[in-house]
């Protein structure tokens, strides 16, 4: 792979611009750390997985790239390599008992611990190591990683992984660019305008409710059909309906990622997201079906990103790809935990698994207390399926919060 990156400084991307200046005046707030998991062949032992990692920062810039200030500005700085961050725990001889808590305790701090940004790196690994199995669960800053990328980094990883144990190169693309590439070339100007930040200093702090929505995927794509929409915006409908009994309103604003790429920055790692500020009417009297129209219009109408002056996204809806196995032993769908940080007041997730859906609500602590959460996830539960029942009931007939 040819490196055309120059040592130079480079500037922040337009949707690094809008992550840092969302980020109230803390950039390195964990708010903005994003997590992804590879299973690993039971052979990966810790020099095998050692070496792959730094190969991927090798062949990724954005993996060794920090972002210091350079006369009170961001700027991106591509070094030559940055040490890797790499911890190894073995659970083979921890009891089956106590390893949940242990992993989840392990995570937990890998999400939480800043990065310092002006030295970078902005990503650190943690192996996990049974008898059975390995498993890398990695976290990175936003700064340098989105989604798209951790699809990236699941398959280059477990393809570098299985050539070194075969005894064979790694069967990777050329990258004809790297991210500063991008950002170097990226028009001036283009791209989302800053989101401000709030007032006073905002409170990070967060926690998630996880929730099971069994057997609804099939209901949902044939809701989906019926008014030639997709079934992420037949579930954005139902998570505004589910906004409208909370807090009486006949406007929704809500932001989904958007994440579109060339199709020659597509294998890159690299923060490419940017927030779509969707904006979704659901009067008191309007049939759920004019609300499932309202949101096939809104995602086609919306801008790639707010535009200059527009109110700042504070509530956030995704439909995340199917991530595979998850960390070992470690619950996936249970009660709620604590988050390291969290970036909006209110963030929907949701996962399609088998027939049904997994899903999370984060939330900010300072502003939602967990039993207000709690009769949300449970109150969604209810209405989402009267919803998707009979389309043409007006939105105050749909079931009431619990009590």
Do not use: K
């Amino acid at each position: 792979m040819r490196e055309r990156t120059a040592p130079t400084p480079a500037p922040l991307s337009a949707a690094q611009r809008a992550l840092w200046a969302a980020s109230a005046g803390r950039p390195d707030s964990p708010a903005h750390h994003l997590t992804a998991d590879v299973r690993l062949p039971p052979a990966a032992d810790e020099p095998t997985v050692r070496a792959a990692l730094a190969a991927l920062a090798a062949r990724h810039g954005a993996l060794r790239t920090a972002v210091p200030l350079h006369d009170g500005a961001p700027v991106q700085q591509v070094h030559p390599r940055l040490p890797l961050q790499l911890r190894v725990v073995e659970l083979g001889m921890i009891p089956e008992r106590d390893r949940p808590g242990l992993v989840a305790r392990l995570a937990d701090h890998a999400a939480r611990h800043p990065f310092d940004l002006a030295t970078g790196p902005l990503w650190r690994a943690l192996l996990l190591r049974t008898p059975t199995r390995g498993h890398v669960h990695l976290v990175a800053h936003h700064l340098v990683f989105d989604e798209r990328s951790a699809t990236v980094l699941r398959a280059e990883l477990l393809e570098t992984v299985t050539a070194a144990l075969a005894g064979r190169p790694a069967r990777l693309p050329e990258l004809p660019l790297q991210y500063a590439d991008f950002a170097r070339r990226e028009p001036a100007g283009e791209g989302p305008a800053p989101e401000g930040p709030e007032p006073g200093a905002a409170d990070f702090r967060g926690a998630r409710r996880e929730f099971a929505l069994p057997g609804l995927a099939p209901e949902v794509r044939r809701t989906a059909r019926r008014v030639r929409s997709a079934p992420d915006l037949v579930l954005l409908a139902g998570f505004a309906a589910l906004l409208h009994h909370w807090n009486d309103g006949t406007d929704q604003l809500i932001g989904v990622p958007a994440a579109e790429r060339a199709p020659e920055l597509r294998g890159l790692i690299g923060c490419f997201t940017t927030t779509r500020p969707l904006r979704l009417r659901t009067p008191a009297d309007g049939p759920v079906l004019h609300l499932l129209e309202e949101a096939r219009a809104a995602a086609a109408a919306a801008p790639a990103a707010p535009p200059p002056g527009a109110p700042p996204v504070r509530v956030a809806f995704a439909v995340a790809p199917p991530a595979g196995a998850g960390l070992p032993h470690r619950r996936t769908v249970g009660p709620e935990h604590r988050d390291a940080a969290a970036r909006f007041h209110l963030a929907l997730t949701l996962t399609e698994r088998g027939t049904g859906y997994h899903g999370h609500l984060t939330y900010r602590t300072a502003r939602f207390d967990p039993r207000t959460v709690d009769r949300m996830v449970r109150h969604w539960q209810h209405l989402l399926p009267a919803l998707l029942a009979d389309p043409a009931r007006p939105l105050r007939d749909l079931p009431p919060p619990p009590r």
